[in-house]
């Protein structure tokens, strides 16, 4: 059965901390993993990662992904209030597209 | 652009009545899914189509849910009976299945069932 794990589950940091949240899987005809931002409303698109290595970067987000290992990582530097979310990862399979997801990981920044 | 629409925004209803989501996809893009958002769950999703025609359903959680998506810019999402247990929010959220496979998701329906 197709499985994404992410972790930690939630996170309380302050304004200027740095994170790192974590997602494993293991999917089957892996084609891609994406990482999404909730805030009150629908998921919103941050990241695509293809190819092993290769980091991608948005500001004070990056994220990097290890398909040897079978995981992701999203890194928030100088975190802001604004960053308070739920962080979503997920897998796109292959042919169907179908994407599996995690069940998220809960960040609050305090002021 | 206008984004993925979804209606109602909350919808809120007796056990045993039937409920319809409805959702407008992004123009052009060919691929519509429908998820399911629960604290205990996460996100599931329950079906999706392709240029219209249902691919996959395992995700639909029984047969008092169904699925329609009669033209390339409408989809519904019918429970029938409804359930206290189907309160959920549900996403709808669509893509180009030529292009880059990112999934644009629409604002939601609230669903409470009483």
């Known amino acids: 059965e197709d499985k994404v794990v992410q972790s930690p589950l939630s996170l309380v940091v302050h304004e200027g901390d740095t994170v790192t949240l974590n997602c494993s899987y293991e999917?089957?005809?892996?084609?891609?993993l994406l990482w999404y931002k909730q805030e009150k409303k629908a998921p919103t698109f941050l990241f695509m990662l293809t190819s092993s290595g290769i980091e991608k970067k948005s500001g004070r987000l990056s994220s990097i992904l290890d398909k040897k290992e079978l995981f992701s990582i999203l890194n928030i530097t100088a975190t802001q209030t604004g960053d308070s979310a739920i962080y979503l990862c997920a897998v796109v399979k292959a042919v169907s597209e179908k994407l599996v997801f995690g069940k998220g990981t809960k960040l609050t920044v305090n002021p | 652009d206008a984004g993925v629409i979804q209606s109602p925004r909350h919808e809120v209803t007796e056990m045993g009545q039937e409920v319809t989501l409805r959702c407008k996809p992004i123009?052009?893009?060919?691929?519509l899914f429908w998820y399911r958002q629960t604290m205990m769950r996460g996100l599931e999703l329950l079906i999706y189509f392709n240029n219209n025609v249902p691919i996959d359903d395992s995700g639909m959680p029984e047969d008092r849910f169904s699925a329609k998506m009669p033209n390339a810019s409408f989809s519904t999402l019918k429970i029938q009976p409804s359930e206290p247990r189907d309160s959920a929010v549900y996403f709808c959220?669509?893509?180009?299945?030529?292009?880059?496979?990112?999934?644009?998701f629409g604002p939601g329906t609230r669903l409470t069932v009483t």
């Open positions: 999917v089957t005809n892996f084609r891609s």
């Open positions: 959220a669509s893509s180009d299945r030529d292009g880059s496979y990112e999934q644009y």
């Open positions: 123009s052009g893009h060919n691929s």
